[in-house]
């Protein structure tokens, strides 16, 4: 299953992000490429998932866990096969929160395993422009790993490709920008401050969109 994520991630999505963001990466090399480690971005529309992934070489994709909400990942057989084996997500119950659960548990293991878990600390998809309060999970997350790298991602124009309640991709140029990683500090207000700075920072520097 780990090839056959590669092959479809490496041989199908990857050529088909190109043609609809043509996407610029500045700041490559700040990718963490082992783990454990935190990529944080802000969050407009479901191109980011695959544009993230598709950015990084096929020798770290295994590690490359992206955290999502079970209940709209996991609904349907066919939705919660591709979720679980191509997208190899970490499941969030997002409606348990505040149950008492511990919603966070998958991301946890993901991070004691080596992996580098996605995370879209808005929790849900936002205009694309501005970026919404954060949830404090990160720093949660940050706080059980303190060694883990948290790097910072602003993606630029996915929110136009395909905008929220759409279905259809528009071909409009994409830019991802990454960060110099943030690390936990013990405090987490100061740590969420640092991190949402961080994230501001980068959609400062991001160039107008363009036709891809």
Known sequence: MRWLRRAVIVCIARPI????????????EKLPLT??????????????????LTIYPSRALDRVRPAAA?????????????????????????????SGEDVLAPAREALAAGDIVLIFPEGTRGDGEDLSKLKSGVARLASAFPDAPV???????????????????VPLNCTVLVGDPVHWGGDRAAF?????????GLKALAPPQRWA
């Open 151 to 169: 790097t910072p991602v602003w993606l630029q124009g996915a929110g136009r490709v395909l905008p929220k309640g759409t279905h259809v991709p």
């Open 70 to 98: 079970a209940d709209y990942f996991l609904k349907g057989r066919a939705m919660s096969w591709f979720s679980r084996n191509i997208l190899a997500i970490v499941p969030v119950a997002r409606d348990r929160a505040g």
């Open 192 to 200: 969420m401050e640092q991190l949402r700075v961080a994230l501001e």
């Open 35 to 52: 783990g454990p480690a935190i990529l944080v971005a802000n969050h407009s529309s479901h191109v980011d998932t695959v544009l993230l």
């Open 17 to 28: 992000a190109r043609v609809f963001t043509g996407a610029d990466i500045v700041g490559r």
